[in-house]
């Protein structure tokens, strides 16, 4: 699902003032605006890997994402930004996601109001399979196409600390790939039916995923960002295994 044509950065807009990787709005060469994380942000690259390989793996699976995208940033369009030149960002491939201007973070007061409310338990599907301890309200935004009405939607965004965290590596993953825990935070089995009725469309997307589209995700990381080879068949691996695990993990916490 990679672009095979990236965008590039045109026009700064603003910096986000959330997140620890200090990520920036930028109007890129298809007139949109995205949010941008740079490499050399203060969390290191490891977060543009997981953003990017979980925002390929939502794309195949038809989860509830933005399209985000991998942008190019020149040397010289750093360098002549004062909000950029003295963060000490590099040059390349970067990571960017949808700009939504309409929205706000996760809140139960929203529930009755969410167009998408039925698919709220990919939520816990997806972060159970890339064992994403850091969902909160305001990585899980609601979106409001009509900034008049209280109808919304829920989008997935901010997938940096998947895997254990963005400093993950192959020793880590192995440790990770096993476990039992239901990785469910903003969202809980409070906010959907007890029941794996719910889940199971979702279940069978997964399941279906198969070794070799994992692998095509893996492979299309920008060499720029410095996942040498053991790290991706690492999580290669971690990936084939965990998608077969999450039924049982989420099977096993309806039934206490």
Known sequence: MADSARLTVKIYKQQVLTGGTQPHVIGMSDGNDYVVKFKGNAQGTGVLVNEYVVNELIARLGFEGGHGRVVVADAMFISNEPHLSTKHLQAGPQFASPYYKNHDNFSDAFLDHLQNRAKL???????????????????L?????????????FVLIDHGHAFGGPNWDEHTLKTLQGSTKLFANAINLSNVPKTIDVFEPFLLKLEAL??????????????????????????????VV???????????????
């Open 121 to 139: 338990p990919q939520v816990i599907v997806l972060d159970t399979l890339i064992c994403n301890d850091d969902r909160g309200s305001g990585n």
């Open 141 to 153: 935004l609601l979106v409001f196409d009509d900034p008049t009405k209280r109808d919304c939607r």
């Open 210 to 239: 198969s070794p070799g589209e994992i692998q095509a995700i893996i492979e299309s990381i920008p060499a720029d960002w410095g996942l040498h080879s053991a790290n991706r068949k690492a999580l290669l691996d971690f990936l």
């Open 242 to 256: 965990r998608k077969d695990k999450v039924r049982a993990v989420i099977t096993s916490q309806l039934a206490t």
